[in-house]
T-cell receptor, first 111, second 116 residues
Framework: DAKTTQPNSMESNEEEPVHLPCNHS???????IHWYRQLPSQGPEYVIH???SNVNNRMASLAIAEDRKSSTLILHRATLRDAAVYYC????????????FGPGTRLSVLP | EAGVAQSPRYKIIEKRQSVAFWCNPI?????LYWYQQILGQGPKLLIQ????????DSQLPKDRFSAERLKGVDSTLKIQPAKLEDSAVYLC??????????????FGSGTQLSVL
């Protein structure tokens, strides 16, 4: 499985944008980049995914570097409810790989 | 739409006892997963079912863990006998299809197991 590297923790102020980085220097051409987050005492939930182009949805934006060796999850306006562990996962659909979760980034949002 | 249901929410047992967890996936979801999440770590896949057949159980400690998915719907995960290192949150997830570019996993809230 291709590996990802994320900072252990980050802090943000409420109502400010948050940029969560993920490095994946060994990414293959068919690896999709997925982001999940896990709120306290809950199971992980889907946030966003992409392959090459930047992606937007109602929760967040995903910015993918041109060489695809890194990506950034962007929360445009952090709320207290966004405090969670964020997981960046690579998944090669061609090989039917399962989702392999690393330790993720613990995001704290300060009021 | 109802989510993935798991029970019990919490379980405390002594080592060498047995325990079982139950999962009801989202209706119509063909694929069901059991993950183990130890405190401070990301979830680790234990077993994946496609309908009622096992697709991947390579990380399931088969000497003590077993799982089944009857009629391709509900699933149970059993540990017998439990060890102290089995203390973790056991998460069930389901997805509509196993190999899709936009496949999303939907997780339940998990069962927190404490082995004393």
């Amino acid at each position: 499985d291709a590996k990802t590297t994320q900072p252990n923790s980050m802090e943000s102020n409420e109502e400010e944008p948050v940029h969560l980085p993920c490095n994946h220097s060994t990414i293959s051409g068919t690896d999709y980049i997925h982001w999940y987050r896990q709120l306290p005492s809950q199971g992980p939930e889907y946030v966003i995914h992409g392959l090459t182009s930047n992606v937007n949805n109602r929760m967040a934006s995903l910015a993918i570097a041109e060489d695809r060796k890194s990506s950034t999850l962007i929360l445009h306006r952090a709320t207290l409810r966004d405090a969670a562990v964020y997981y960046c996962i690579l998944r090669d659909v061609n090989y039917g790989q399962n989702f392999v979760f690393g330790p993720g980034t613990r995001l704290s949002v300060l009021p | 739409e109802a989510g993935v249901a798991q029970s019990p929410r919490y379980k405390i047992i002594e080592k060498r006892q047995s325990v079982a967890f139950w999962c009801n996936p989202i209706s119509g979801h063909a694929t069901l997963y059991w993950y183990q999440q130890i405190l401070g770590q990301g979830p680790k896949l234990l077993i994946q079912f496609q309908n009622n057949g096992v697709v991947d159980d390579s990380q399931l400690p088969k000497d003590r863990f077993s799982a089944e998915r009857l009629k391709g719907v509900d699933s149970t995960l059993k540990i017998q006998p439990a060890k102290l290192e089995d203390s973790a949150v056991y998460l069930c997830a389901s997805s509509l299809r196993p190999v899709e570019t936009n496949e999303k996993l939907f997780f339940g809230s998990g069962t927190q197991l404490s082995v004393l």
